[in-house]
């Protein structure tokens, strides 16, 4: 610190800071604790405002620490029962402060500590388990998620706690595709709810059921739900949900082709989030939005969408959102720039990905990795990225991922001529994906079987093969896969020659399930 570089106020304070936790060491462990204590009482009664009830909230951590060092060092059980109550009214605050801020992480931490605070009445403790639950689920981390949620259902809450906790559990079996068990619970989930009056559970699930419905191509029964869901935000105000019923009416239009129609929902949507400050939201639905423009071939209007959404993340410090956002700018660079500028992006979003530790985020960017590199000639790197991608999803027990990973292996072998044992795969891939009653992919599966079956026979003999993908796919909104087949058909597209089919593109957009 001493050298040519350190000034002489930097060597004060850095000898100062020394000095300081020197005196703090020297400290016997009673007397730290009681320095604690008296911190704590010091700041929450120069700072008691009844006027100001969240004056404190950004202090509230570190309210907390002050409070659980105290109560370590006390030897006074009433000292101990005083400071020991506190932390956990501190943690709960601080927790709340976390999740306005959007920090899933320190929300996470500070429900964990306060679900196993003794001090915590059990209505406190259950409750603390099933927001860290749904923390956990924001985050990413489902089996902690799960262990929490299970937790919570363990000491038996009653009444809207419990549909909280066993709505959240349908959440995450369907995030994992096990969707017969997901509809099971979010089902019984919905209809307590509405018996019970649990409004704001029941709008939620509305909600979620809606998303259920929408991937496994029930798109009718979906728009229901959505309807009664977006009635029921509306009757009860809560603006904040309307915006995310809004989000996903406009990702099921555009899942419909209805490019223009979601356009206009998605912006409704759009504005209701920066109404209500809903940055998590908002992000989200600029993705979509910009994922239409892209589709409509309006370039330049969804790379502004996706550039906002980038510095909206970066603001807030949504890691997981800022590689989402360079996801779809990868897939528009391979639509509109170049491969090698796609590849560019998803490189860079894999990375923070693989910072944040969201295994099933790299397996997403790893698989618009693998097509953008395919798209660049670069065949052996492409093969690589897409392994690589299947290990994760098998890692992280994701059917859906797995299933796309091995498909767009098995069209990686299409675009090399490699059709050995193509045709098994691709077979397997479609009936695993009716088994998981996801027919939108497994019309995506089809309609490639349906483009071997022309290479291998001629476009004469499978003619009826195309017309059959092709209705599956009309079926299920498949626009760009009816494209496709219908320029198969016309002979104006060769088989196995690439295409604009839809595929399972990585990074485009996302849903605002809860």
């Given at each position: 610190?001493?050298?040519?570089?350190?000034?002489?106020?930097?060597?004060?304070?850095?000898?100062?800071?020394?000095?300081?936790?020197?005196?703090?060491?020297?400290?016997?462990?009673?007397?730290?604790?009681?320095?604690?204590?008296?911190?704590?009482?010091?700041?929450?009664?120069?700072?008691?405002?009844?006027?100001?009830?969240?004056?404190?909230?950004?202090?509230?951590?570190?309210?907390?620490?002050?409070?659980?060092?105290?109560?370590?060092?006390?030897?006074?059980?009433?000292?101990?029962?005083?400071?020991?109550?506190?932390?956990?009214?501190?943690?709960?605050?601080?927790?709340?402060?976390?999740?306005?801020?959007?920090?899933?992480?320190?929300?996470?931490?500070?429900?964990?500590?306060?679900?196993?605070?003794?001090?915590?009445?059990?209505g406190t403790r259950t409750e603390a388990l099933v927001r860290a639950g749904e923390q956990a689920r924001l985050a990413g981390r489902y089996d902690l998620a799960r262990q929490c949620l299970q937790r919570a259902l363990a000491q038996q809450p009653q009444g809207d706690l419990e549909l909280r906790a066993l709505g959240g559990l349908g959440v995450i079996h369907m995030?994992?595709?096990?969707?017969?068990?997901?509809?099971?619970?979010?089902?019984?989930?919905?209809?307590?709810?509405?018996?019970?009056?649990?409004?704001?559970?029941?709008?939620?699930?509305?909600?979620?059921?809606?998303?259920?419905?929408?991937?496994?191509?029930?798109?009718?029964?979906?728009?229901?739900?959505?309807?009664?869901?977006?009635?029921?935000?509306?009757?009860?105000?809560?603006?904040?949900?309307?915006?995310?019923?809004?989000?996903?009416?406009?990702?099921?239009?555009?899942?419909?082709?209805?490019?223009?129609?979601?356009?206009?929902?998605?912006?409704?949507?759009?504005?209701?989030?920066?109404?209500?400050?809903?940055?998590?939201?908002?992000?989200?639905?600029?993705?979509?939005?910009?994922?239409?423009?892209?589709?409509?071939?309006?370039?330049?209007?969804?790379?502004?969408m996706f550039a906002q959404g980038l510095a909206l993340s970066r603001q807030y410090g949504m890691r997981r959102n800022e590689g989402q956002c360079l996801g779809n700018q990868a897939r528009l660079a391979l639509d509109s720039v170049s491969a090698h500028e796609a590849v560019r992006l998803y490189r860079q979003a894999l990375e923070i990905h693989r910072e944040t530790?969201?295994?099933?985020?790299?397996?997403?960017?790893?698989?618009?990795?693998?097509?953008?590199?395919?798209?660049?000639?670069?065949?052996?790197?492409?093969?690589?990225?897409?392994?690589?991608?299947?290990?994760?999803?098998?890692?992280?027990?994701?059917?859906?991922?797995?299933?796309?990973?091995?498909?767009?292996?098995?069209?990686?072998?299409?675009?090399?001529?490699?059709?050995?044992?193509?045709?098994?795969?691709?077979?397997?891939?479609?009936?695993?994906?009716?088994?998981?009653?996801?027919?939108?992919?497994?019309?995506?599966?089809?309609?490639?079987?349906?483009?071997?079956?022309?290479?291998?026979?001629?476009?004469?003999?499978?003619?009826?093969?195309?017309?059959?993908?092709?209705?599956?796919?009309?079926?299920?909104?498949?626009?760009?896969?009816?494209?496709?087949?219908?320029?198969?058909?016309?002979?104006?597209?060769?088989?196995?020659?690439?295409?604009?089919?839809?595929?399972?593109?990585?990074?485009?957009?996302?849903?605002?399930?809860?």
């Amino acid at each position: 610190m001493q050298g040519a570089g350190a000034s002489a106020e930097t060597v004060h304070v850095f000898r100062h800071a020394l000095l300081r936790e020197a005196a703090y060491e020297l400290q016997l462990p009673a007397d730290r604790g009681a320095l604690h204590a008296l911190a704590l009482d010091a700041i929450t009664e120069l700072c008691n405002d009844p006027a100001r009830p969240g004056l404190l909230d950004a202090q509230a951590a570190e309210l907390a620490v002050h409070a659980r060092l105290g109560y370590n060092h006390a030897t006074d059980q009433a000292a101990r029962r005083r400071l020991g109550t506190a932390e956990a009214h501190w943690l709960n605050r601080a927790a709340l402060a976390a999740e306005r801020a959007l920090d899933t992480t320190a929300g996470l931490e500070h429900l964990l500590r306060l679900a196993d605070s003794p001090w915590a009445d059990a209505g406190t403790r259950t409750e603390a388990l099933v927001r860290a639950g749904e923390q956990a689920r924001l985050a990413g981390r489902y089996d902690l998620a799960r262990q929490c949620l299970q937790r919570a259902l363990a000491q038996q809450p009653q009444g809207d706690l419990e549909l909280r906790a066993l709505g959240g559990l349908g959440v995450i079996h369907m995030a994992e595709q096990d969707m017969d068990r997901a509809e099971e619970l979010l089902t019984r989930v919905l209809a307590q709810a509405e018996a019970g009056g649990h409004m704001r559970t029941l709008n939620v699930t509305q909600h979620n059921l809606g998303l259920l419905y929408r991937e496994t191509g029930r798109l009718d029964e979906a728009r229901r739900l959505y309807d009664a869901a977006l009635a029921l935000a509306r009757q009860t105000g809560n603006e904040r949900h309307e915006g995310s019923v809004l989000n996903n009416l406009g990702v099921m239009n555009m899942q419909s082709a209805d490019l223009e129609g979601a356009a206009a929902t998605l912006q409704q949507a759009l504005d209701l989030h920066r109404r209500t400050g809903n940055a998590r939201s908002e992000v989200l639905t600029l993705l979509n939005l910009g994922e239409v423009y892209r589709r409509l071939g309006r370039f330049e209007s969804a790379g502004g969408m996706f550039a906002q959404g980038l510095a909206l993340s970066r603001q807030y410090g949504m890691r997981r959102n800022e590689g989402q956002c360079l996801g779809n700018q990868a897939r528009l660079a391979l639509d509109s720039v170049s491969a090698h500028e796609a590849v560019r992006l998803y490189r860079q979003a894999l990375e923070i990905h693989r910072e944040t530790d969201y295994i099933e985020e790299q397996a997403d960017m790893l698989l618009g990795l693998g097509q953008a590199l395919a798209a660049a000639d670069q065949v052996s790197q492409a093969r690589a990225a897409l392994v690589e991608a299947r290990q994760l999803a098998m890692r992280v027990r994701r059917p859906f991922l797995l299933l796309a990973a091995r498909f767009s292996l098995a069209r990686l072998d299409m675009q090399c001529r490699r059709l050995e044992g193509v045709r098994q795969e691709l077979e397997h891939v479609a009936a695993e994906f009716g088994r998981l009653r996801d027919h939108r992919y497994q019309a995506r599966v089809t309609a490639r079987l349906a483009e071997l079956d022309a290479f291998e026979q001629g476009l004469s003999a499978a003619r009826p093969t195309l017309l059959a993908a092709r209705d599956v796919a009309r079926a299920v909104h498949l626009a760009a896969d009816v494209q496709h087949l219908d320029a198969l058909l016309a002979g104006t597209r060769q088989p196995l020659d690439e295409g604009r089919a839809e595929g399972f593109a990585a990074g485009t957009g996302g849903s605002d399930g809860r």
